[in-house]
């Protein structure tokens, strides 16, 4: 009698334990919820603006988007494409692309071309690649993103890091990294140039 007791009263304190824990997690989570999400819409603002950099705009860029369908830039669903215009003229398109080549997993990045496509700038959102090696992707670690800037796509051929031949210098130890970032953003250019009179007029309906 007394196991079953002394069993009985250990069920009911775990019992009472896991429902408290499972209590203090939901609260935790009503009451983070907002202030993450405002902290992830900052951290996008950020990136968003830091892309833009001295292109002359007068619109909210983060709130003005036009759907895009993703596959061409590495996912299997629509992507919101962010607009900067003046005056109403579409300036840049800034798009979220997705690589699955990465050394250690996806690379997600933030790509802005201009309306004569050339590149205004790409940032790296979220990588898994190797510290010390593949994360030369974050700004604060390496200038190497910043080699895109004001570039355009003019020859396939020329458009890959140096050991494929190309125009891009690959991390020291890593080549992986580099050459997933240069063909995704490759291959984002080429969509834009092929529609890039139906995406910067469906662009400026979204005004």
Known sequence: MKILQSLRTNVTGIAIFAALTALLISATFVLTKD???????????I?????????PFDNDVF???????????????PIDAHIATLKGKVQTVIFPVLSKQGYSGDISLLLGINVDNSIAGVRVVSHKETPGLGDKLELKKSPWL?????????????????KDGGQFDQFTGATITPRAVVNAVGDALDYFENNRQALTQAAAKSH
Do not use: C, M
């Open 35 to 45: 202030p993450i999400s405002r902290n992830i819409k900052e951290q996008a603002s």
């Open 47 to 55: 990136k968003l603006y830091e892309i833009i950099g001295d292109t």
């Open 63 to 77: 709130s003005q988007t036009v759907s895009v369908d993703g596959k061409a830039f590495g996912y299997s669903h």
């Open 146 to 162: 910043l080699d895109f800037n004001n570039k355009k796509k003019l020859q396939d051929e020329n458009w890959a890091v140096k």
